[in-house]
């Protein structure tokens, strides 16, 4: 079966980075789009980068110019890039890939901590 593992979540103080990873498993082929999510405490899940299998990519305004989305495609595996991180980046962040016909798989998630 299909499983994506994220890592790379921790404690950092305002102003630092982190690079989080997202492995995914069980699957023979790329998937189509690999995404970043994140859900802070009380509100809603929202959508902080996507990119293509060609390698189109898009970002939320709030991290636009901060955040670095990259992938892998022999591996799989989707990576996340922040600069600059704000208290209010914080938040549980989740990985997501899509399949060409439109499955969607989702990781556990990896919580993101950044202190002022």
């Known amino acids: 079966q299909v499983q994506l593992v994220e890592s790379g979540g921790g404690l950092v103080q305002a102003g630092g980075s982190l690079r989080l990873s997202c492995a995914a498993s069980?699957?023979?082929?790329?998937?189509?789009?690999m995404a970043w999510y994140r859900q802070a405490p009380g509100k809603q899940r929202e959508l902080v980068a996507s990119?293509?299998?060609?390698?189109?990519?898009t970002y939320a305004d709030s991290v636009k110019g901060r955040s670095t989305i990259s992938r892998d495609n022999a591996k799989n595996t989707v990576y996340l890039q922040m600069n600059s991180l704000k208290p209010e980046d914080t938040a549980v962040y989740y990985c997501?890939?899509?399949?060409?016909?439109?499955?969607?798989?989702w990781g556990k998630g990896t919580l993101v901590t950044v202190s002022s």
């Open positions: 997501k890939a899509r399949t060409i016909i439109s499955i969607d798989y």
């Open positions: 069980g699957f023979r082929f790329s998937f189509n789009t």
């Open positions: 990119v293509t299998r060609g390698g189109s990519t």
